[in-house]
């Protein structure tokens, strides 16, 4: 269309001129020349107006989404807390979601709490039930429980105050399966969420359970007992520590460490949950987002100082380890004796 009208404006120049005024003809053309001008202007400006609102909704719609995927979730799982020790201030609208991280020993829960803790609107609060005092009965378990996500628990990791999602990490030895029933309903009544954490290579994790043990007394660490370490010099002290694995109970000890972990399942299938493998995590990081969704959370870059003890083949880190490889060959236990990450 501009180009028709400059078509049109290019005739009018090269027209015969009239018999009437010059003054005439030429004011004719410099208004002409100005309504030409301001149609062009106006076709130019819609164009731009529609690009920038087209950008402007493209905008809104990934800046909704990046702000919080807790917009995205059922909103019965959201809680806001009013705590009695402190004041949320200015996060006293912030929704929050609790979970609990259900595990065994030495399973990688330790270092998977410190990711999540690294994000800064996750509070997990440690192994709480590893004090038998508050284990010792089904109403102290609740009470403890109830000061947690009241947000009235405190240590190193709460944030509690704007806290997005709130929570422990419990494992299946600390009273969690005697008490099921009752624990069970409290997570369904108060729609806690619950992120099974286990370890597919149980041989490895026996592996762990001896050599953490065995630090206990020994001492390794210039004296000192630790379950984790965050240098690969600590690591590589503690890794030189070999147990002897009793190869005559061997199946049977796998065997019962499989069924505790799907008796838990099946105590607590009935609430909200998903199941997190630490091989998986070893090998996939991004599984991590996975379990930022599962707890509505922004998505965030997840960091830990925890260094893994026990690296390499399994042959390297058990001191009879001809009696273990002859004794899961040909079982459904074989693949354990392979590398898994």
Request: proline share 3%.
């Amino acid at each position: 269309m501009v180009e028709d009208v400059c078509f049109l404006y290019k005739e009018i120049l090269v027209m015969k001129p009239p018999k009437r005024s010059p003054m005439l003809l030429r004011m004719a053309v410099v208004i002409f020349s100005m309504v030409c001008g301001v149609f062009i202007f106006s076709v130019c400006l819609m164009q731009i107006s529609t690009q920038a609102r087209t950008t402007f909704m493209d905008f809104k719609v990934i800046d909704n989404h990046s702000q919080s995927i807790l917009k995205l979730m059922n909103t019965h799982l959201l809680h806001y807390p009013k705590p009695a020790s402190f004041s949320r201030n200015e996060c006293v609208h912030n929704p929050v979601l609790f979970f609990a991280i259900l595990s065994n020993q030495r399973s990688g829960s330790g270092w998977f709490e410190t990711l999540l803790n690294s994000h800064i609107n996750v509070s997990s609060n440690g192994e709480i039930f590893s004090v038998r005092e508050r284990r010792q009965n089904v109403s102290s378990i609740l009470h403890t429980l109830d000061k947690v996500y009241n947000l009235d628990w405190f240590n190193s990791a709460s944030k509690n105050e704007c806290s997005a999602a709130t929570g422990l990490k419990w494992m299946l030895n600390q009273g969690l399966m005697e008490h099921h029933k009752e624990i069970a309903e409290y997570f369904n009544r108060r729609r806690v969420s619950i992120i099974f954490l286990f370890r597919r290579n149980l041989l490895r994790r026996m592996v762990s359970m001896l050599a953490n043990s065995y630090d206990r007394y020994a001492k390794l660490l210039n004296g000192t007992h630790k379950a984790h370490v965050h240098s690969a010099e600590e690591a590589e002290i503690l890794s030189k520590y070999k147990p002897i694995i009793n190869s005559t109970s061997l199946l049977d000890d796998l065997q019962d460490m499989e069924m505790r972990s799907a008796k838990a399942l099946e105590y607590f299938y009935s609430t909200r949950h998903m199941i997190v493998y630490y091989e998986d995590l070893m090998r996939n990081h991004t599984k991590l987002k996975d379990v930022q969704d599962f707890l509505g959370l922004p998505q965030m870059e997840l960091t830990s100082r925890h260094v893994k003890i026990h690296r390499g083949p399994l042959s390297d880190h058990i001191q009879n380890w001809d009696d273990v490889n002859k004794t899961l060959k040909g079982t459904i236990y074989e693949s354990f004796l392979e590398a898994d990450y």
